[in-house]
């Protein structure tokens, strides 16, 4: 288990071990004990997201991508909790991502026909590539 000291930003939401306690990667935990989840230390973990996980990589999300490029392994898409997990997730969650939903179809529907095209499942333009997927 690592401490969050230095790191920016919350620690996590809390969890407690319950009234039995738990083995949490093999560190007995007593019972009623809090325990955090450092997420910002989770995102950064190399047993989660690979030697390059403190890089902006976008194409580590598709398998294809994957794949192609064994540099991009391991990667654990249950590891990135950008909004919590549980009873105690970011309350703006949904808001958050309908805003993300309606700039992206906001400069998808600007772009028009002259401006970019659909190449097997990407839309390509002169500022952005999207993967369009169901």
């Known amino acids: 288990m690592h401490p ?33 989840v450092p997420v910002y230390t989770m995102h950064r ?3 989660f997201f690979g030697d390059h996980a403190d890089k902006y990589i976008p194409e580590r999300w598709l398998a294809e991508e994957r794949k192609r490029n064994p540099e991009l392994e391991p990667f654990d898409a ?3 909790m950008p909004f919590s997990s549980g009873y ?22 600007s772009l028009g ?3 970019c095209a659909l190449s097997g499942s990407w839309w390509r333009s002169s500022f952005m590539n999207l993967k369009l997927a169901p």
């Open 88 to 109: 105690g997730s970011c309350v703006g969650k949904h808001l958050a991502l309908q805003n993300i939903k309606c700039v992206l179809r906001f400069h998808i529907s």
């Open 4 to 36: 969050n000291r230095n790191l920016p930003g919350p620690p996590g939401p809390p969890r407690t071990t319950g009234v039995t306690g738990a083995h949490i990667f093999g560190t007995w935990v007593p019972p009623g004990t809090t325990v955090h």
């Open 113 to 115: 026909p002259d401006r």
């Open 45 to 47: 973990d190399p047993a």
């Open 78 to 80: 249950t590891a990135f």
